[in-house]
């Protein structure tokens, strides 16, 4: 199960990363972007659908069982976000201005946001949020990432893993 599944992982993985730099050329920060979210949750679901499809249909006589799909599913997640977050640290160790970007873009979400952060929160928490944009570490600004992305596959797993499975035939 494992070998023909990991192929899928690499190719998920490097199509995350493609992903990535693709929207930063688009203009948008897939950091700060909610709509990027919703396209990992794409990714994955096609990456871990076919390598299950696969698995089902070529080794496994048509048959795949829930525990089957979620085994699968992680196979293919947790190697692709490894493999994304090892490039992404590279690459933002590597190029200054994307972490300066990404500073000036999170600083500009908040500031945009002001009149609703400011209905919950006094002025100062708000001061408070900006200078802790500006204290933001590679390390950590890669963990987060990284927990997004395990949690869009860990939310697709499931629901890719019951639409493939099927249960033998009862006499």
Same mark, same amino acid.
């Given at each position: 199960m494992i070998k023909p599944t990991l192929k899928y992982s690499i190719l998920c993985g490097i199509f995350l990363v493609g992903l990535f730099f693709i929207?930063?050329?688009f203009g948008s920060n897939p950091?700060?972007?909610?709509r990027h979210f919703i396209f990992d949750l794409g990714v994955f679901f096609l990456f871990v659908f076919f390598a299950g499809k696969e698995y089902k249909d070529f080794k496994n006589d048509g048959y795949l069982h829930f525990w089957q799909g979620i085994s699968i599913g992680f196979i293919v997640m947790i190697p692709a976000v490894i493999i994304f977050?090892?490039?992404?640290?590279?690459?933002?160790?590597?190029?200054?201005e994307l972490m300066d970007g990404y500073k000036e873009g999170a600083k500009?979400?908040?500031l945009d946001r002001k009149e609703i952060f400011l209905k919950e929160f006094t002025e100062e928490q708000l001061n408070e949020q900006?200078?802790?944009?500006?204290?933001?570490?590679?390390?950590?600004?890669?963990f987060s990432?990284?927990?997004k992305k395990i949690g869009?596959?860990?939310?697709?797993?499931?629901?890719?893993?019951?639409?493939?499975? *099927? *249960?033998? *035939?009862?006499?």
């Open positions: 929207s930063i050329n950091l700060l972007d909610f977050s090892l490039i992404f640290y590279v690459i933002f160790e590597t190029n200054g500009a979400f908040l900006l200078a802790a944009v500006d204290e933001i570490t590679t390390t950590q600004l890669l990432t990284f927990w869009a596959g860990f939310l697709i797993t499931p629901v890719v893993s019951i639409i493939l499975r *099927k *249960k033998p *035939k009862q006499l």
